[in-house]
């Protein structure tokens, strides 16, 4: 079946821009995480839903960042006000539960380049 | 506080030698780990997870990890390396008691013919 599936591939935007990133997770995944991966890095959590809402969002840096899921299946990664620190490639992955310690599938991710 | 350590940048081995990615943890409950493996422009693909019982763990492609809980430890191994299996590894782990993953900067192997 479909993996979990990232819009859009690249992003280019300027200073101050405001940009959304989605996520398609696997069909019938109720958990959905968001990570930042910058150059030479690990994956950085972002925030944890679980269904519609958001358990964890500890990983968020700040208030410029802001995710939803409202109907528990497509997530949105929202920025406000890009700054060119915002730069690195955003990857979702989806669990079928986050309870336990079921395996994550990620997607191919989002590289965002504030210019 | 939950950390996850790849002390090695990069790692060479030629064709056929056995290998080994290292990884060690640091997490307040009982650690869940796993190893995954990134090739360029694509995602994170899942490799091998060790929650409990037998300390060696089987996953794809002919890897396996032991799990030492004394030195914290979750080695990435395999016999007999391939060239195919060039690309970036990452260690992570997981606070039994939460969601959150945590994530080593991880491992580039490179593999010669």
């Known amino acids: 079946g479909a993996g979990v599936s990232q819009t859009p591939s690249n992003k280019v935007t300027e200073k101050g821009k405001y940009v959304e990133l989605r996520c398609d997770p696997i069909?019938?995944?109720?958990?959905l995480y968001w990570y930042r991966q910058s150059l030479g890095q690990g994956p950085e959590f972002l925030i944890y839903?679980?269904?519609?809402?958001?358990?964890?969002d500890s990983g968020l840096p700040n208030d410029r960042f802001f995710a939803v899921r409202p109907e528990g299946s497509v997530s949105t990664l929202k920025i406000q006000r890009t700054e060119r620190g915002d730069s690195a490639v955003y990857l979702c992955?989806?669990?079928?539960?986050?309870?336990?310690?079921?395996?994550?599938?990620f997607g191919p991710g989002t590289r965002l380049t504030v210019l | 506080a939950q950390s996850v350590a790849q002390p090695e940048d990069q790692v060479n081995v030629a064709e056929g030698n056995p290998l080994t990615v290292k990884c060690t943890y640091s997490v307040s409950g009982n650690p869940y780990l796993f190893w995954y493996v990134q090739y360029p422009n694509r995602g994170l693909q899942f490799l091998l997870k060790y929650i409990t019982g037998d300390n060696l763990v089987k996953g794809s492609y002919g890897f396996e990890a032991e799990f030492n809980k004394s030195q914290t430890s979750f080695h990435l191994k395999k016999p007999s390396a391939l060239v195919s299996d060039s690309a970036l590894y990452f260690c992570?782990?997981?606070?039994?008691?939460?969601?959150?993953?945590?994530f080593g900067s991880g491992t580039k192997l490179n593999v010669k013919p």
């Open positions: 839903f679980q269904g519609t809402g958001a358990a964890d």
């Open positions: 992955a989806s669990s079928s539960s986050g309870y336990d310690t079921d395996t994550q599938y």
């Open positions: 992570a782990v997981r606070d039994g008691r939460r969601d959150k993953f945590y």
């Open positions: 069909s019938g995944h109720t958990a």
